[in-house]
């Protein structure tokens, strides 16, 4: 009997904002502590494996560092002096605080802000239930999905896809645009499976050799944004070459004939010179998966974070049905199964309590709502109240010079709940300490999966920490609407109302099972049933303005971005931040392996295996420029400035850089982080935030003393 086998085990679901939403097994040392953290064997798709940084989660829990405490600002916004207060104290200051400036200003003066620091669907949604209570404003959570959403959408019309374990079916996996390996492990499991049982090749596309590319068959890097040509290429060499199923194509898509006609001037020549990929490389790739049917294209969310970033998804999804690899175990084309879960959360929520005349506010445009941008705040009152749970949006929301302008304003009351003192803690005016997800109940969706892994609490948080789910409700009591529907109800209340209104058990049953495995049947799940619109047809023919998205924006709202510039059928569409002249590179802020967007940045072993920020940038421009390896750089556009430390990497294509991970901005020479450099401005059509499309450029930093 091993070790492990010894210890008391407790069953969760990881908490993180990862498509792979691994089942875990925990090792509970006693009623306070952790050992390590396993993923669970028995589940099908985590299938044993975590991260790394997941399975040392003990270092999070038992932090030294971890907020114990309320604390009230003693001194100037952002000095860092406190003091203690109680909890009751220091809820009673936020409830006086919002009903002061919602008497001022209205009650859409008060803006409660949240994401995906947990993914558990009480203790992060339930903020809702007190924001439409009290009809504060609207949020339109736009920062992760939107861009990749939006352009899945256009084509299949649902938000499903093939099993994602059947990766371990296929016969070639083309992962694209996600750093697998880092951001979502399990997908390599699978892979790599049908690689070693089967002889499958493995293709990587990405805009750096990183660790997946690493790992691929064949790795495709081309430059940031150029997506789009690379899939019209591919498929103009499907059609010229005879590899197009026109018999799938006549009984399952809108117009074959209009997108083959549309491509005949889209050939490999035409997309090397804007993608840097070579005309060898782009046949070699299109020939792989024309002759190979059972292919699954893994498109992943990286490569849709740019501004035409929905029209680069739209165009990649497009490949699955002009090979018609949908038709076979192991192929077609998967993006997220977020649209097979079908949960009400009505009561969690408070949705019966919306009002439809209050604004939305866009969860991306932190910095220019705080800054008073008429645009961004809808002819309605400034935001002067927020209460900000599981995120931290001051270090990685873009545009982070006018984030912290406003949160730094004098007439802005900020309480924010937090499990360390973040970026966004540090320029509050309340810091609640807030649990991690071992120490509550809560549920989890995947969907990078097909599961609904329940979350008990298996220990006990120390002294201090309370849940979301604590603070909505006694803000509700002290804002007077602890009465209204969905209130006074416990997490374990909530799980059982959201469970059985899909007729999938309660908590109590939920904790025998551990999971439930949602994954549709095959024919629905590859479409053989039809594709999600009307016409039960896959779509080339794109309705930019028209087609309904799970995170399309209210119409209060409208449509973002040059809409009219949208292609009708797949393309490449210079939407992005060319480089120019004066801004000669182009800038991704991708995943660094050992965070996970702003979390894990506070645990040792993350931070010394990442080392510090850095650039990566090819030798030859660096030569270029006089800048040297581990040297000084100071990366800028009209946004502001930064500085990094060089890191030479021929694994880049000349005049692209990257800067991997969300470094805490107290890691970087200035205080200021990567997040400098982003754009808060809403992409085409349904916004979000284009985080890996910036035009910068460079120099070689002055020395410190000079």
């Not at 979301?468 to 602890?482: A, C, I, M, S, T």
């Amino acid at each position: 009997m091993n070790q492990h086998a010894k210890l008391r085990i407790g069953h969760s679901a990881c908490p993180h904002d990862c498509p792979s939403t691994c089942a875990l097994e925990v090792e509970l040392l006693d009623n306070n502590r952790i050992g390590r953290v396993h993923g669970a064997k028995a589940n099908s798709y985590t299938a044993g494996v975590v991260c790394a940084k997941v399975a040392r989660y003990a270092d999070r829990v038992h932090h030294p560092d971890r907020l114990l405490k309320p604390l009230v600002r003693a001194g100037a916004k952002g000095a860092g002096a406190w003091k203690e207060a109680s909890w009751d104290a220091a809820l009673d200051l936020v409830a006086e605080k919002f009903i002061a400036a919602e008497e001022k200003h209205g009650s859409e003066t008060v803006w409660p802000y949240y994401y995906a620091g947990t993914m558990g669907l009480v203790q992060r949604d339930g903020i809702e239930r007190l924001r439409h209570a009290k009809k504060y404003s609207g949020f339109f959570g736009s920062i992760c999905t939107n861009l990749a959403w939006t352009g899945w959408m256009m084509g299949a019309g649902a938000l499903r896809g093939p099993d994602p374990r059947e990766m371990a079916k296929s016969d070639c996996v083309v992962i694209w645009g996600t750093n697998a390996v880092v951001t979502q492990v399990n997908v390599m499991t699978h892979a790599t499976r049908a690689r070693k049982e089967r002889g499958a090749r493995i293709v990587v596309i990405d805009i750096y050799e990183n660790a997946t590319v690493k790992q691929a068959d064949l790795g495709l890097v081309l430059k940031p944004g150029t997506d789009g040509a690379l899939a019209c290429a591919v498929m103009h060499v499907l059609f010229r070459d005879g590899m197009a199923d026109r018999a799938y194509l006549e009984k399952y898509t809108d117009d074959p004939r209009g997108l083959e006609e549309h491509l005949k001037t889209r050939t490999p020549e035409w997309a090397a010179a804007i993608t840097g990929l070579t005309v060898a490389e782009i046949e070699t790739f299109a020939h792989l998966v024309g002759t190979t049917k059972k292919t699954y294209f893994r498109l992943g969310y990286g490569f849709a974070r740019q501004r035409n970033g929905s029209v680069n998804m739209h165009a990649a999804s497009c490949i699955a049905a002009v090979t018609g690899a949908w038709q076979y175990e192991g192929g077609g084309a998967f993006h997220s199964n977020s649209g097979i879960f079908k949960l009400n959360q009505d009561v969690l929520e408070g949705t019966a309590m919306r009002d439809p005349n209050i604004r939305y506010l866009d969860h991306s445009r932190i910095g220019p709502v705080l800054t008073g941008a008429a645009d961004a705040l809808y002819g309605g009152p400034p935001v002067t109240a927020m209460l900000i749970q599981n995120t931290n949006p001051a270090n990685v929301a873009p545009e982070q010079r006018l984030v912290k302008q406003g949160f730094l304003r004098e007439d802005l009351f900020t309480c924010v709940h937090e499990q360390f003192m973040t970026d966004t803690a540090k320029l509050a005016d309340v810091v609640l300490p807030a649990t991690m997800f071992l120490e509550h109940d809560d549920i989890y969706k995947g969907g990078g999966n097909q599961h609904i892994t329940l979350g008990p609490k298996l220990i006990e948080p120390p002294e201090g920490p309370r849940t979301n789910h604590y603070v909505n409700e006694e803000l509700g009591k002290r804002l007077g609407v602890g009465d209204r529907p969905g209130f006074g109800l416990t997490e374990r209340e909530h799980i059982d109302i959201i469970l059985g209104k899909r007729g999938i058990g309660s908590f109590d049953s939920l904790k025998g099972q551990k999971w439930v495995d949602l994954q549709p049947d095959f024919n629905d799940a590859h479409f053989i049933n039809g594709f999600g619109h009307a016409d039960g047809k896959f779509h080339f023919r794109a309705n930019w303005t028209g087609q309904s998205a799970p995170n399309r924006p209210p119409k209060s709202m409208g449509l973002f971005g040059p809409v009219e510039r949208l292609p009708e059928f797949p393309d490449h569409v210079d939407l992005i931040e060319v480089a120019d002249d004066e801004h000669p590179f182009r800038l991704t802020t991708s995943p660094a392996r050992n965070f996970l967007n702003s979390t894990f940045s506070e645990t040792p072993v993350s931070r010394a295996k990442e080392g510090r920020p850095e650039l990566l940038l090819h030798p030859e421009d660096a030569a270029a420029l006089g800048i040297e390896d581990g040297g000084r750089v100071e990366v800028g556009n009209r946004r502001g400035d930064i500085v990094l430390h060089a890191k030479l990497f021929d694994g880049v294509k000349r005049g692209v850089v990257v800067a991997e991970g969300i470094w805490p901005n107290s890691a970087h020479e200035r205080g200021e982080g990567i997040n400098v450099l982003t754009g808060a401005d809403a992409p085409a059509p349904y916004g979000g935030a284009a985080f890996h499309d910036n035009k910068v450029w460079l120099r070689k930093a002055q020395e410190l003393n000079a």
